[in-house]
């Protein structure tokens, strides 16, 4: 019996071995499948000359420890890359399903911004199937030169002073009803809903009445959570979801695109918004926008023309709440302004705007610190030689924005918000990368400042806001953003 016994142990125990042996077998073969499937296709000379790095799970790739790093910590994703592989700022990695080369320094990535011969517009297979083919995220280099001088000069230059009065009179109304409320409220959605009446103000206009605004926005909002998800289409998955409200509003767009075109009052229309710019807009030969261009185009604008106001304004709110300091300080050079202001003005001008140099180095500081977008996506149109290292073709380059912003070889304590940093401040090219660089960098950026600077500066007068749960976790994204959306009592000071 004690024989028995003895042999049944002994057996179990090398079943138990041979399972673990299968086990770290199988591990080990699919660790190295992408690593086989991608690289040995290169050729020997190509292989060796690839950035540092490896490529991961099949069909995952790094993304499992991606979304594991920005659960918590976003900055321990780059940082495990540099800890295992030394600070040459490029890596080999395998994110949004494809082979992608990251890069994070600000030599680097100002040579892969501004080259437009050799690479182009990569974003993920997420991205371009939600926001289509038609806008800005997947095209040449003449197609979108083409669309950028039909359609930006409406939200550049001077033409943003005609937003000035809308922006004003918008930041005063949801600052005084934020401010009578007798309860707290999610400060962030309450901003998204401003950004949001901006942005379909400019690009709507009078025919704005026609739509369900907030209808539109909840239908963003499922969009934007799955710009950079997996392209998983089964129901359940977050891409399914934004895939069906790219459809809702597609079909509420084109409604309204015909709405505008059976208007019989547009010839004689003095007042002209976005959407009207972009039916009738025609390029040096003749060329006018397809359906499909104009829809795509409209997709990105609302979407982006909100989150990054929105975003930008509660955070600079959170960071000059935290320093009292720098909120004083902010504080005391609108002050200035509106002593300095004609008795007979009323609201904000252009000239106006452009004095609040201090202010203006606050919104850089909270861009960099934030880094609402992580990264710009590029994609190789031939094999690229980058200080000694070759990016192959059809490979993704990500320039990782974060990176860049938080490199304390960069910026000094670049986790302490600190303002003062820009005084005096000669920024290396490609070292601050908020919007991008190039010819290809946000349009909208300067409408979003705008709106930034004009809404801080009736809170920073008027106001204070106090945070129901000032430590909740910060959740990464698509956005950084506090979990409950800032939680918070707007509170008007007398």
Not at 287 to 298: A, S
Request: proline content about 5%; some cysteine; overall charge positive.
């Amino acid at each position: 019996m004690k024989i028995m016994s003895m042999v049944f142990l002994h057996s179990l125990w090398l079943i138990l071995v041979a399972a673990l042996l299968g086990y770290a077998f199988v591990f080990g073969f699919l660790w190295k499948v992408n690593e086989w499937y991608y690289v040995s296709r290169l050729g020997r000379k190509m292989q060796h000359t690839l950035p540092p790095g490896h490529l991961g799970w099949p069909f995952l790739g790094n993304m499992l420890t991606f979304f594991r790093a920005f659960k918590s910590d976003p900055d321990s994703f780059i940082c495990d890359l540099v800890s295992r592989y030394g600070g040459n700022g490029m890596y080999r990695t395998f994110l949004f399903g494809s082979p992608s080369i990251i890069v994070c320094t600000p030599e680097i990535c100002r040579k892969v911004l501004t080259d437009h011969e050799q690479l182009k517009l990569g974003h993920p297979v997420s991205t371009i199937s939600l926001f289509g083919k038609g806008s800005f995220h997947d095209l040449s280099n003449e197609e979108h030169k083409r669309l950028r001088r039909l359609t930006t000069p409406p939200i550049t230059g001077q033409a943003l002073s005609t937003y000035i009065g809308l922006i004003e009179d918008a930041s005063v109304k949801v600052l005084e009803e934020l401010s009578s409320m007798t309860t707290p409220s999610e400060f962030l959605t309450e901003l998204r809903k401003f950004g949001f009446n901006i942005i379909t103000t400019i690009f709507i206009g009078s025919d704005v009445h026609h739509v369900d605004l907030g209808l539109i926005q909840n239908l963003y909002t499922d969009l934007n959570r799955g710009i950079k998800s997996l392209p998983i289409h089964l129901p359940g998955f977050t891409f399914y979801k934004a895939l069906k409200a790219r459809k809702k509003l597609t079909e509420l767009l084109q409604d309204l695109v015909d709405l505008k075109r059976r208007s019989n009052n547009r010839k004689t229309k003095t007042k002209w918004d976005m959407m009207d710019s972009l039916i009738e807009v025609k390029d040096e030969e003749g060329r006018q926008l397809e359906d499909e261009n104009i829809m795509d185009l409209l997709l990105v604008f609302l979407l982006a023309g909100h989150e990054s106001s929105a975003h930008g304004i509660l955070w600079t709110i959170i960071y000059l709440t935290q320093h009292s300091q720098f909120f004083q300080r902010a504080k005391k050079e609108q002050e200035e302004i509106m002593q300095a202001r004609p008795s007979t003005q009323k609201g904000l001008n252009l000239k106006e705007i452009k004095q609040m140099e201090y202010l203006s180095k606050v919104i850089d500081e909270m861009l960099r610190k934030t880094s609402i977008s992580l990264a710009n996506f590029r994609q190789a149109k031939v094999d690229i030689s980058i200080n000694g290292f070759t990016i192959p073709k059809g490979w993704k380059v990500l320039v990782w924005n974060r990176r860049v912003h938080m490199d304390p070889e960069i910026y000094n304590n670049p986790k302490e918000f600190d303002p003062s940093r820009w005084e005096n401040h000669t920024a290396r090219a490609g070292s601050f990368l908020p919007f991008g660089l190039g010819s290809r960098s946000c349009p909208g950026s300067d409408l979003a400042k705008l709106e930034i600077s004009i809404f801080l500066h009736h809170f920073l007068l008027n106001y204070r806001m106090e945070r129901i749960n000032p430590d909740c976790p910060i959740t990464y994204l698509p956005h950084p953003r506090p979990s409950d959306n800032c939680y918070a009592r707007i509170i008007k000071v007398t």
